[in-house]
């Protein structure tokens, strides 16, 4: 149980860094995009709106992504389940 109890932290830990990751890797492309005058502290609204509208087109399109893998690796195994069956090996 302890062994069971470690995986899932370390599961947790792995979920955690590709989180930050994913977060760093957005706040660098929409600041690269977004951001270019360096002149003031605070964001202009043009800056704040195309941020807002990265990070939104950003979010939609990973979240899309990764729709489209769970359906086709679905089908996958809907597949190899299929052929398992046809060839008489149930596993």
Same mark, same amino acid.
Do not use: C, H, T
């Given at each position: 149980m302890a062994a069971a /109890?470690? /995986?899932s932290e370390? !599961? *947790?830990i792995k979920t955690f860094k590709d989180f930050l990751v994913q977060y760093n890797k957005l706040s660098e492309l929409c600041f690269n995009d977004c951001v270019h005058d360096f002149t003031s502290r605070t964001l202009r609204s043009t800056e704040e709106k195309c941020i807002l509208n990265c /990070? !939104?087109?950003y979010l939609r399109t990973n979240q899309r992504v990764s729709q489209r893998f769970h359906?086709? *690796?679905m089908i996958a195994n809907e597949n190899? /389940?299929?052929l398992a069956q046809k060839s008489?090996?149930?596993s």
């Open positions: /109890m470690e /995986m370390a !599961d *947790q /990070m !939104d087109k359906e086709f *690796q190899m /389940m299929a008489g090996n149930p």
